[in-house]
């Protein structure tokens, strides 16, 4: 099973600032990975596939980075609707399809 | 636009079971995988099962494999999953999702199981 690691758990950020969130893998899943947004009593949203390609309608300041074991999902400049949790999931090696832990954005 | 609405979720004791549907409408159902995701009161998401377009192919998490099982009714735009043996770790928002690309492009607002005496 691949074990996606995600960091920091938590991440404070002003509104306007730029949040980097990391995601590693515990083997390659080359650019297999998906970023996801949930905010709360919602249901996740996709942002990012394929590693860096944005999912229909998502912002442009949202972008994907990474192969193999490391990725980096970068939000260039934090709007107010932005602050949520986020999760990276690899869909390379499955079954199972496994998810990090997530990352949580919060109004520094 | 792509919809899916869960239902059958509620509450059962353990040792139960539920069936969850998913109804798909805005795309060719019988065109993509479909798959299951869970989420435990505060925890993060956990992938339960996919199925493909054909049911020909199905996969599970080992933490419901034997319990669980997924069909799809292609004719009804229907996803579902039979859930037997519950237990209070099963307690969870279900959501079904589309696949894109290998990601889960599209998801239902979620069905709630709660496993309790």
């Known amino acids: 099973e691949v074990v996606m690691t995600?960091?920091?758990a938590t991440l404070?950020?002003?509104?306007?600032?730029?949040?980097?969130?990391?995601?590693?893998?515990?083997?390659?899943v080359s650019i297999n990975l998906a970023w996801y947004q949930q905010k709360p009593g919602q249901a996740p949203?996709?942002?990012?596939?394929?590693?860096s390609t944005r999912a229909t309608?998502?912002?442009?300041?949202?972008?994907?980075?990474?192969?193999?074991?490391e990725f980096t999902l970068t939000i260039s400049s934090l709007q107010s609707e932005d602050f949520a949790v986020y999760y990276c999931q690899q869909y390379n090696n499955w079954p199972p399809l496994t998810f990090g832990g997530g990352t949580k954005v919060e109004i520094k | 636009e792509v919809q899916l609405l869960e239902s059958g979720g509620g509450l059962v004791q353990p040792g139960g079971s539920l069936r969850l549907s998913c109804v798909a409408s805005g795309f060719t159902f019988s065109n993509y995988v479909m798959r299951w995701v869970r989420q435990a009161p505060g925890k993060g998401l956990e992938?339960?099962?996919?199925?493909?377009?054909?049911?020909r192919s199905i996969s599970y998490a080992d933490s419901v494999k034997g319990r669980f099982t997924v069909s799809r009714d292609n004719s009804k735009n229907t996803l579902y999953l039979?859930?037997?043996?519950?237990s209070a770790d099963d307690?969870?928002?279900?959501?079904?999702a589309k696949d894109l690309n290998g990601g889960n492009g599209h998801?239902?607002?979620?069905?709630l199981v709660t496993v309790s005496s």
Do not use: H
């Open chain 2, 107 to 111: 998801w239902g607002q979620g069905t």
């Open chain 2, 47 to 55: 992938w339960v099962s996919a199925i493909d377009g054909g049911a």
């Open chain 1, 57 to 69: 309608g998502i912002p442009a300041r949202f972008s994907g980075s990474g192969s193999g074991t």
């Open chain 2, 82 to 86: 039979q859930m037997n043996s519950l």
């Open chain 1, 6 to 8: 995600q960091s920091p």
């Open chain 1, 12 to 28: 404070s950020v002003s509104p306007g600032e730029r949040a980097t969130l990391s995601c590693r893998a515990s083997q390659s």
């Open chain 2, 91 to 96: 307690t969870a928002i279900y959501y079904c």
């Open chain 1, 45 to 51: 949203t996709l942002l990012i596939y394929g590693a």
